[in-house]
């Protein structure tokens, strides 16, 4: 835990910034981060025996919802508001991520709402969602 607060202090420093301007913990090991603005917020895992996080879905993730299967992510790719990419992410199997086997990804509203079913998550709804990046 110290170290990851020290490169956490570290990187802040050298980037210039004072802290994050996110940093929402979801669930298990997935938070919203944004280093300086919140167009940057991207969703990242971060694993507590490593230091550190990793991007999942890049920013600007906007909208998130989640159950202790799966999670649902709106995102807007590079900040571009006339397009919404959605993505399912399995996160039972959050260690296999970084293979990207677990993340469904982009799919269009269409896509998403028809896998949505097959997966029998049509109900999830998106609970946390920044209406200034929406």
């Given at each position: 835990m110290r170290k990851k607060l020290l490169?956490?202090?570290v990187i802040g420093l050298f980037s210039g910034c004072q802290g994050f301007v996110t940093q929402?913990?979801?669930i298990d090991?997935?938070?919203?981060?944004?280093?300086?603005?919140?167009?940057q917020t991207d969703l990242s895992y971060c694993p507590p025996d490593e230091d550190g996080c990793s991007p999942v879905i890049p920013y600007t993730v906007f909208a998130v919802g989640y159950n202790e299967s799966?999670?649902?992510?709106?995102?807007?790719?590079n900040y571009d508001k006339r397009i919404v990419n959605y993505y399912i992410l399995s996160v039972?199997?959050?260690?296999?991520?970084a293979g990207r086997d677990t993340v469904i990804m982009p799919l269009s509203l269409e896509k998403f709402e028809k896998?949505?079913?097959?997966?029998?998550?049509?109900?999830l709804r998106f609970t946390k969602i920044y209406k200034d990046l929406e």
């Open positions: 490169i956490l202090v929402d913990h979801l090991n997935y938070y919203l981060v944004a280093v300086d603005d919140g167009i799966y999670m649902i992510v709106k995102q807007h790719p039972k199997d959050a260690k296999k991520w896998q949505s079913k097959e997966l029998n998550i049509e109900k």
